[in-house]
């Protein structure tokens, strides 16, 4: 496969924009390494996923005093957090105390962020289609934007693409040997969904 619309040469390629992608993309930035950070989805909607809306302050202010990561717009802090199980007497509680975020904004915000470094490439809906492995070495990948396809060589490929795992899953059995499996073990998953319930009055947590 030697015919593509663009081929790039970047010295770190991350795959993913999701907290993990953006961090390292930030501090790349910083660092003033030349990278190329692509995700599949619009740019308007990298950020957008299924979530509980929750974080902690106590991580988003260290990602701050770290490297400088913009620390999201919380909506409300809460004292305390229920999770609560299938069985409603299985219950979580956390007292570390959290706060509700709106996740495509505060997504946003994190990749609008890599605008300020001129060593940064942001490039959306690019998806990864194969790995490039030369000499038992990754050095980049094959992505297709818009029904195009394209070569991006580099010297590191980072897999921030979350539980999908697509460049492992996309790397040769011979190269993977038994460093690593290509896909999650299906007993590390659960599955999660996400529901949300208006309350019609102010809601009081009872224990038990
Ligand atoms: C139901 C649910 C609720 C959750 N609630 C919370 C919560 O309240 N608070 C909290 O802190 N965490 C929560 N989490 C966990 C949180 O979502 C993850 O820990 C976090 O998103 C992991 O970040 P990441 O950057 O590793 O991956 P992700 O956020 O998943 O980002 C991966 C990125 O890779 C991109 N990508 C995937 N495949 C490709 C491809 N082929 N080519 C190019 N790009 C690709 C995706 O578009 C995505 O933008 C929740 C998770 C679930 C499932």
Known sequence: MNNFDNVYHTDVLIVGGGPAGVSCAFALGKLGTKTILIDRKKYELIGDKVCGDALSPLYTDKAYQDIGLPKPDFL???DQSVLIGKEPTTQLILTSGNATVDRLEYGQKLIKSLKQFDNIKVMAETRVRETIVT???????ICSVNGKLIK???????DASGSSGVVRSRLPDYYVKNRFPKKIPKDEMLIA???IIKLPDKHEYQNG
């Open 76 to 78: 409300v802090l809460v």
């Open 152 to 158: 991006i060589n580099s010297k590191i490929v980072i």
């Open 193 to 195: 969904y996400r529901d």
């Open 135 to 141: 000499d038992d070495f990754l050095t980049g990948l």
